[in-house]
């Protein structure tokens, strides 16, 4: 068993949990004041939407070749690269805020780098940990992203009722100081160098089946789920921010839990990670059919079903990897399937409702699609094991 050298977890897991919260932040800013956005350019939801879609497309184009890169030249330097680029870009997108173009541009760029900023970030967390912490430690630092997406969105759509430049300014701040911290306490693990370079496994696809119905699913009922409150009268400009963090807040409490629960389970990671996929798509589908203020319950459920499965489900990259030396790549291509469903489900979205003016008819579509192909993934965890989980043990 490969163990890693001794290095405070903190000082890893500190660093990338602060990373990460603002890469989930900037991800959901554009959709956090998407309605903004529309209402001053002009535009139609589905071409809102695209802005979204640019973003996804951009972050799933560049998962593969993230993780192959952050292999090749290591994980600390393509983070702290891949944070460099994302604070210019940042500072790219308030200076072109108004133009419809750049914003697509530089959005398609900002999922790039974000990429693979997730992509090194997930895989340090992963190599600095003993192998059967690591389902915990990458639940851990999943939680950024629930803080992110729920408590981030919050900040900037308040922020935003006070001054439009506000916002920006925050998260310039904070840019600028976890990059600095980045710079002097992440490190690149010896394990890495010392590990034997072997074969993925074959046993990745179901891990990408479970990654594409979560993102599918997830992500898009996510990345629309401002505007989809406002169009139906849930809520206003002048009062979105009390709603945007709901479908996220669940998470923070259990994707830090997801990972300890797996490991009382044969099977545990994909189990979890399934079971929790295919209970998320039946509460994506039951938004359709809840109307007004109780819509809350099942996007607070959607978020809460996402964080037990993204502990256990990024953590079956060291289960699949055949080892250290390929955790990057694999954990690349795990987000990659993700990020698939989460660049085709906002342009699904905004077309079925641009063809039936609802947003029944594709809440219903995300969540039969996700169920669909989590059932070949329940039918391999009764045969067998997916990889090698016992090396997790």
């Given amino acids: 068993m490969e163990k890693s050298k001794n290095y405070p977890f903190g000082r890893i897991i500190i660093p990338t949990f602060l990373s990460f919260y603002l890469n989930s932040s900037i991800r959901y800013f554009i959709p956090a004041i998407l309605p903004f956005i529309i209402l001053n350019l002009h535009i139609s939801v589905l071409l809102g939407s695209l802005l979204i879609t640019s973003y996804w497309a951009g972050y799933t184009a560049f998962q593969i070749p993230s993780g192959m890169l952050s292999d090749k030249f290591g994980l600390s330097l393509t983070s702290k690269l891949s944070f460099s680029m994302i604070f210019i870009l940042f500072i790219l997108l308030y200076f072109f805020i108004n133009n419809y173009l750049s914003l697509m541009i530089i959005q398609f760029f ?73 710079l002097t306490f992440i490190k690149e693990p010896e394990v890495r160098k010392k590990s034997k370079k072997q074969k993925i496994s074959k046993d990745i696809i179901y891990v990408t089946f479970i990654r594409f119905a979560a993102g599918f699913s997830y992500l898009g009922f996510l990345s629309l789920y401002s505007t989809f409150i406002v169009y139906s009268g849930i809520a206003s400009g002048s009062n979105l921010f009390l709603y945007t963090w709901i479908p996220s807040i669940g998470g923070i409490i259990t994707s830090p839990l997801g990972g300890r629960i797996s490991k009382r389970f044969k099977n545990g990671r994909p189990l979890i990670a399934a079971v929790t996929v295919l209970f998320l798509g039946a509460i994506i589908i039951s938004t359709a059919f809840i109307k007004g203020y109780l819509v809350i319950l099942p996007s607070f459920l959607a978020g809460f079903s996402y964080g037990l499965y993204a502990g256990p489900s990024m953590g079956m990259a060291s289960d699949v990897s055949g080892g250290d030396r390929n955790l990057a790549s694999a954990s690349g291509i795990i987000n990659f399937s993700s990020q698939v469903g989460g660049s085709i489900s906002p342009f699904v979205i905004g077309y079925l409702f641009s063809v039936y003016g609802t947003f029944s008819v594709p809440f219903i579509t995300l969540g039969i699609i996700s169920i669909i192909f989590i059932i070949p993934v329940l039918f391999k965890i009764k045969k067998s094991s997916i990889g090698d989980e016992a090396l997790n043990e």
Avoid at 127 to 154: C, D, H, L, N
Avoid at 158 to 180: H, Q, R, S, W
């Fill in 110 to 182: 900002l999922g790039i780098f974000s990429a693979s900023l997730y992509v090194s970030d997930a895989s340090l967390v992963q190599a600095w940990t003993p192998r059967k912490e690591r389902t915990t430690a990458i639940g851990i630092y999943q939680t950024a992203y629930f803080v992110g997406a729920s408590i981030g969105e919050f900040i900037t759509i308040e922020a935003l009722n006070i001054t439009f430049k506000l916002p920006f300014y925050i998260i310039f701040g904070f840019l600028a100081a976890v990059l600095l911290i980045d």
